[in-house]
């Protein structure tokens, strides 16, 4: 027997109709019944459904126009052509508008099933081949990075054209919109993509613990380095060093870090000899680091150096296009994690994620699909399940997590010290590192500050 899925009849003849009706309900589904093509589209836009049975010939509207409707608005439903007309013609135009398959009158129970069967089958591989493509583009391509937007398109378009060059590479945006994805997708399709690809958050680790991260050590340079470590400019040899929050270095290391640049050599902290390395450089800032080198908190040399080709990577706000591609592909992604039953997003729920404004951009979308997959009780997410998005603001207060009671907290503090790190540190009484840590996980930014703070 098939799995149990939720199905739409559509025949203007009752017999047919409610023929069709009790056999498949029989068979256990779900099925819903309308007499004409409007009415049809009318269920379709407040229920969701796997699978409809169309008509090719109703008075009110024909199958061929209601088809071409559905497969636009709801291209994932299964849809089965019925009629009495066959023709090749008829069958060509339906298959060129998205037909499945064709059902002819008269038809038998048994050919009902097997259909049915057939189609869920046929739906299943092609979602299987959808989640081997990506993982093979994860391993070869644009890893999860997803969007048809125009600004997504010029953005693919520009890591073709800037890949196969050695030119150090600036990313800037906001935080959550993808940045590292778009160094990994450089670096998988560059010529230096058998190479590794080495990560570093910079604001995740305090001066001294960067410059080793960095750089690496001899043994005895300092207490507690028992042996020699190789930093990750070594592990990047032949490959791509991708820095991360490349606003949080500080000064001195920025020259140590220009002199690698021009020079292609360094030295390991404690240590004399002189090692060479070669690697392409990716930086990721959500900084305004230009203001940051007017404010001579960050050197112009570094930057340029750094920039010699920028890219901007784009919020959420400006692809709304692309929120619906993305959150099937997170639905997909955590429906399989999690093991729950979730097919889809009804038409309020997706209405609703496109008219959100995403200040955490890609990776409040992804949170915010994880929590309702995780949280949901029904096959299909509502609008209801992202409540938690726009809950009033006494509400949202009353609904703090811990987390975001410590986010806050630390984001009140850094303002009132205008985001001087080092005053921020001592009066949350906590070490730079650890307060730059936060700063990162919480995803907190200094853009809107002006000037320069003394110390960041």
Not at 132 to 152: F, H, K, P, V
Not at 248 to 268: A, N, S, T
Not at 408 to 424: F, G, Q, Y
Request: hydrophobic fraction near 40%.
């Amino acid at each position: 027997m098939s799995e149990k899925i939720r199905i739409l009849v559509v025949d203007d003849e009752l017999i047919i109709r409610e023929s069709l009706v009790g056999w498949l309900r029989r068979a256990g589904h779900g099925v819903d019944a309308a007499p004409g093509g409007r009415q049809a589209l009318d269920m379709l836009s407040r229920n969701h459904y796997d699978l409809i049975f169309l008509d090719m010939r109703m008075p009110d509207l024909s199958g061929l126009e209601a088809l071409k409707t559905v497969k636009t608005t709801h291209p994932h439903i299964l849809v089965v052509m019925i009629t009495a007309y066959a023709s090749i013609e008829t069958a060509i135009e339906a298959m060129k508008n998205g037909a499945d398959d064709f059902l002819m009158k008269p038809f038998q129970a048994e050919q009902l099933e097997l259909m049915v069967e057939k189609l869920l089958n046929q739906k299943k591989l092609v979602e299987e081949n959808i989640y081997l493509r990506n993982q093979l583009s994860e391993a070869t391509g644009y890893n999860d990075m997803i969007g048809s937007s125009e600004c997504m398109r010029r953005l693919f378009s520009f890591i073709d054209l800037v890949a196969k060059v050695d030119s150090p590479i600036l990313l800037q945006g906001e935080t959550g919109t993808g940045k590292e994805l778009v160094a990994k997708a450089v670096h998988a399709r560059g010529n230096r993509r058998q190479g590794p690809f080495i990560a570093i958050n910079c604001g995740a680790f305090s001066d001294t613990l960067l410059e080793s991260e960095l750089f690496g050590h001899e043994a005895g340079s300092f207490t507690g380095a028992n042996r020699t470590r190789i930093g990750r400019l070594e592990m990047a040899a032949g490959g791509t060093l991708f820095l991360d929050e490349v606003g949080e270095i500080p000064l001195k290391m920025q020259v140590d870090l220009l002199r690698v640049l021009q020079e292609k050599i360094f030295h390991r902290v404690g240590g004399n000899k002189e090692l060479s390395v070669d690697f392409r450089l990716i930086s990721a800032t959500h900084q305004d680091l230009f203001q940051r080198v007017s404010g001579e908190s960050f050197r112009k040399d570094f930057y340029f150096r750094l920039k010699v080709i920028e890219i901007e990577v784009p919020p959420l706000r400006k692809r709304k296009e692309d929120i619906p591609q993305l959150a099937e592909h997170f639905l997909q992604k955590f429906r399989r994690e999690t093991n729950k039953r979730v097919r889809g997003f009804k038409d309020d729920a997706m209405f609703f994620l496109q008219s959100h404004d995403w200040p955490g951009n890609v990776r409040e979308l992804e949170n915010s699909v994880e929590r309702a997959v995780v949280l949901s009780k029904g096959t299909y997410l509502q609008k209801e399940d992202f409540a938690f998005l726009s809950r009033s603001p006494e509400e949202k207060q009353m609904a703090l997590t811990m987390r975001e009671v410590e986010k806050n907290h630390i984001e009140h503090i850094l303002k009132l010290c205008r985001w001087n790190i080092s005053k921020a540190a001592k009066v949350l009484e906590m070490n730079r590192a650890t307060l730059h840590h936060k700063i990162t996980k919480f995803g907190l930014s200094p853009r809107d500050w002006p000037g320069s703070p003394e110390d960041r």
